[in-house]
């Protein structure tokens, strides 16, 4: 087992929080008279009743690695792999956008052709995954999709695009990967491209939000109805976009910045307009976007101490090495990071609901993108986050907006736009 | 030329998203880029690294600044340390010969807990290109999550695949 293995298994979570149960006060909800263990009983019944859908996931990323196969459960202790289809089933989760990502490279034509073949490869392998597993997943292309999938008791399959570099400089691409069932578009990734900046991009800005092809691609993706996601654009993109769009916008996976400062997460001002707007943003699972790294001085007191009494690396054997190594893992494991859990994830709901109201919020876990959290490691264990909903005292009709419904609506409005804006050219 | 293809290296690493680990960069993830033109007969590979990763393996200490890569203070031992690991980890056979890694530049990009080492190695590969087998099992030994990303562009066809300690090498043929 390496340092940073988790060891978090569902089962293990819910009985862990059974048994608190057993020893807790009654909670205060449905008037003090509920336990504990009943109260999580109620969740997982409110929890399978609403659509669950989860707006992020890298999981194509997966799909290339030769031999994966979604159709089977996998350890995430293994590989870190966060998804497929068992454990969607396993964690209640009814439908989630498989986001097709392609890292930013050149921006010439050679580059922006590659990343095209790059990128619909990737949706050629979530398409292939829907049709190998049509017993027990659908490609979903509208709103209503997920909830038609899930009458039938499949999980939906959505597709979206992580970085506009793949459209190039070429508008037609946009409908290109709508054809291929795209419905939302990440404008930017960790770098500038030639849409959009990034709030990553070491080089600052370039376009001072959008870039004017940007805005083209926006527009056009008003006219087809995908959606405009701003998560890692830097703060003017977001502004731009909700200037811009004739369409609610979303933010696929970003955090509240009032709660965790990194610049990735959204200012209260942002939510707000996100609220004025009609848009939602989407929670994600990543760590340091959900709380403030804590110090752990003990641990670096000790891995400086063997630091310091190691041999030059470049003198050392081989067994030496693997002795060292052993050694620091040792101390991971003696000292481990206190890690963020779905406290934090509803802390960030919290404030989010606080500033700009229950309409404004979702799920988008970044599974396979770093996303994992103790409690949220992986698929199988999204239902944790609806426990901790209900302890709160979130409604099931605010738990349904927060798990899909607030996702559905815009996502409806932006194919209602994109009909009305069809039908203004037709006329 | 040399200058050009090293710029086609990914200008930012791959940031997906973060991790819980606190004295680390976000992801457990490379890049390597594998590229054939038959033309010119040329197999170029990049590999791009996070640089906190390659100290940790190297030095044991994300933040050393013992080795100094690309630094006018580079170790003398930099170079062959770096080899020594990725011959481990790494390796690309073209038509079922394995290629002597030997570094033809490097270059850091990126700033922070991201900064990234990029590795860039070229070859003449005279006979025609049948099959490429990749390993790439680099920093598998530190991080059980550790993906490597490899893109592979063969006379103009491009092609992605994931690597990482369950499956550690693919081959490819054409």
Known sequence: MTHNQHRSHPLFFLIILVLIGCTAKPSKNEANTETEEELVTRALEIHNRVLTVDTHADTPLRMIEPGFDMAERHDPNETGSKVDYPRMKEGGLDAIFFAAFVAQDIRDDDGNTRAKALCLQMMDSIVTSTERNSDIVGLALNPDDAYNLEKEGKRAIYIGIENGYPVGKDLSNVELYFNKGVRYITLVHSSNNDLADSATDPNGTEHGGISDFGVDVVKEMNRLGIMVDVSHGNDSVFYDAIALSKAPIIASHSNARAVTDHKRNMTDEMLKLMAENGGVVQLTMLANYLREAPSNPERDSAVAALRASRKPAGEMTREERIALRQAFNELDEEYPVPPATVKHVVDHIDHIVEVAGIDHVGIGCDFDGGGGIEGIFDASEVMNITIELVKRGYTEEQIQKIWGGNLIRVFKEVQAVAEKIQSDELS | ?174
């Not at chain 2, 003449?124 to 598998?140: C, D, G, M, R, Y």
């Open chain 2, 1 to 174: 030329m040399k200058f050009k293809t090293v710029c086609r290296l990914f200008f930012l690493f791959i940031l997906l998203g973060q991790s819980a680990q606190v004295t680390s960069h976000p992801l457990r993830l490379s890049l390597c880029e594998v590229e054939y033109t038959g033309s010119k007969q040329l197999l170029t590979i990049n590999l791009k690294l996070f640089l906190m990763d390659v100290n940790e393996a190297l030095v044991f200490d994300p933040n050393s600044k013992e080795l100094a890569f690309c630094q006018p203070n580079e170790s003398a031992q930099a170079n062959q340390m770096l080899l020594d690991y990725l011959n481990q980890f790494f390796y690309v056979k073209a038509n079922g010969r394995k290629i002597n890694l030997k570094i033809e530049s490097k270059k850091l990009s990126g700033e922070g807990d991201n900064v990234a080492l990029g590795i860039f190695f070229k070859y003449q590969q005279h006979q025609p290109l049948i099959s490429l087998e990749i390993k790439n099992a680099v920093f598998t030994d530190l991080f059980f999550d550790q993906n490597n990303i490899v893109y592979v562009h063969v006379n103009g066809e491009s092609n992605s695949l994931m690597l990482n300690k369950k499956t550690t090498t693919h081959r490819l043929t054409f």
